[in-house]
């Protein structure tokens, strides 16, 4: 009696044999693999969640102006008080 095999469509005599030697993967588990599409959305959208942190703007180390004492965050390149040029070699962070 032939049968046709579900997995590759040929016409085979003995089906259980056939399965066991050409089929072994697929012969147990009838469920094929899911490609991982729900899985990488749930990556994109996790990767799409950049940090745009709301506190960023008070992240800056606080700096002072040398020459009028104007307290500012992060490194610029002039006060944004008194527009002194701002050397900050040797300065790190
Ligand atoms: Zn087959
Ligand atoms: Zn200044």
Redesign the pocket.
């Given at each position: 009696m032939a049968k046709v095999?579900?997995?590759?469509?040929?016409v085979?005599k003995d089906l259980p044999a056939?399965?066991k030697r050409?089929?072994p993967a697929t012969s147990k588990a009838k469920n094929e693999p899911k490609p991982p599409s729900e899985n990488e959305l749930e990556k994109e959208l996790e990767t799409l969640e950049l940090p745009e942190q709301p506190g960023a703007e008070t992240k800056g180390t606080l700096y002072q102006c040398v020459d009028c004492s104007a307290q500012f965050r992060g490194k610029q390149g002039t006060c944004p008080k008194c527009g002194t040029t701002l050397d900050w070699g040797g300065i790190d962070g």
């Open positions: 095999c579900p997995q590759c469509q040929k085979v056939h399965l050409m089929h």
